[in-house]
């Protein structure tokens, strides 16, 4: 298999059928990917800046290497991309890479289980053959989590949604991939006003650490599970400090360190409150 033919591959099996959808997600054109997508002696691999490899090693959720030339698996297990072959055909310095890397959201607190259980249990994307429509399933956390998780205040569950990628580009503009996107039920008071218990929820699952940005996250500390805002606050002493919020002020905020058993099962994208009349 050719660098044309894998990158296409790759492209397709994270749900992106149409060209313009992933150039959206990458931030580029349709006609820059097509360029991409020509074999190598045409030049398709030259048109390739680093910051562009480096997202669609993202987004894709692949390895730079088995892009690059074929070489080991295809999905990574981690988020890291920086392999000597990546540096050397890009021309690119450890330090230029890890600032590369760090825009697209890559590892804060790391969690060397988060990717075992989490490819052998969660529900896999459905998308008749042929169709633009999409089935977002359900994100299995106690499948995920072996021995059952803790969710305080869960009100039912909501199983799964079927969208067209036309409504996940205008609405979900920023993820790393279809088949990464799955519905969680909102459980319990603590993020009131923002959603009560039963709502839906849009999570990335491709999104296993705190990034850079302060946003909410479902995750877990022990076996008990969260969806909190995650603040960075910086330190004194040069670090990060992770601030779980609530947006109920009933609820305190907490800290999460090192020495906690955390899993960060995603980000979530979306919320949609219910109103009752």
Known sequence: MDWKKRLTKARLDAGYKRKSHFANAVGVSAPTVTDWEKAVEDGGIDKLRAE??????????????????????QNRS????????????????????AELESLQGLPAIDSDRRHEHRRAHDLELVAPQGSDEVMIPQYNAGGAMGNGLVLDGLAGIIKSW???????????RNHTGVKNLCIVTGFGPSMRPMFNPGDPLLLDKGI???????????????????????????????????????????????????????EVFGKILTVWKSEQF
């Open 162 to 172: 079927r969208v067209d990628l036309e409504w996940l580009r205008l609405n979900v």
């Open 52 to 73: 562009n490899l480096v997202k669609i090693c993202h987004i894709l959720n692949i390895n730079s290497d088995w892009l690059l030339d074929g070489v080991g698996p």
């Open 208 to 262: 296993t650490t705190f990034d850079h940005e302060d946003a909410i996250y479902f995750f877990r500390v022990g076996n008990y599970g969260y969806i909190k805002t995650v603040q960075r606050i910086p330190t004194q002493d040069g670090g990060i400090i992770y601030r779980a919020k609530s947006k109920n002020p009933d609820y305190d905020p907490f800290d999460i360190t090192r020495e906690m058993d955390l």
């Open 78 to 97: 981690g988020f890291g991309t920086a392999t000597p072959r990546l540096k050397a055909i890009l021309g690119v310095s450890d330090e230029d890479l």
